[in-house]
């Protein structure tokens, strides 16, 4: 039983790197990964994409909403749950992580803390940021390339740096083209 699930697991991911190295199937492999999510996640809306070598750990704890973009190289770590909202951006290499370990442990192996993060609606997260334990990203806040949230993000505030500071606050336009 182990070898036959094992070889239709290897398979699927031939038929995925197959589909999605050939430029004119681009779209079945975008199809192929989206129903591998949506049978492994929390929960995950309507037109959100999924890139390749996106890797999650403890996936029925994650839940992505709608008109979501999730790049090539994001790490999301579930385990004390992740929430991302609608019409949200991730960018490459994001690290996610709701899951740590006691900073007092005799075996920090041995330890685990998990606390939620939420990330709501509309928001931005640059290339290589990484989002701690218990964190809230307010709607439509912006997170600089590289940043390392340490804390809550007001809505419409742009945070960039090590730890991340508060830039200045945005004002979203009220018109949608």
């Not at 589909?19 to 309507?46: E, H, N, Q």
């Not at 999924?50 to 385990?79: K, N, Q």
């Amino acid at each position: 039983m182990r070898k036959a699930v094992f070889g239709a697991l290897v398979s699927f991911f031939r038929l995925q790197q197959y589909v999605t190295s050939r430029p004119k199937m681009i779209g079945m492999g975008f199809m192929i990964r989206r129903a591998y999510w949506k049978s492994r996640l929390g929960a995950l809306g309507d037109r959100t994409a999924i890139y390749r070598d996106v890797v999650i750990h403890t996936p029925h704890l994650i839940s992505i909403g709608d008109r979501c973009a999730v790049a090539e190289f994001v790490h999301i770590w579930g385990g004390g749950r992740v929430t991302i909202g609608n019409d949200v951006l991730i960018a490459s290499h994001v690290a996610i992580t709701s899951v740590t370990h006691e900073t007092e442990a005799a075996i920090f192996a041995e330890s685990s803390v998990k606390k939620p993060v939420v990330v709501e609606d509309n928001v931005w997260i640059g290339q290589g940021a990484f989002i701690r334990p218990g964190v809230r990203l307010g709607t439509g806040c912006i997170v600089g390339a590289g940043a390392v949230v340490t804390k809550d993000v007001p809505a419409n505030w742009i945070v960039a740096g090590v730890p991340a500071q508060k830039i200045r606050e945005r004002l979203p336009s009220q018109d949608r083209h």
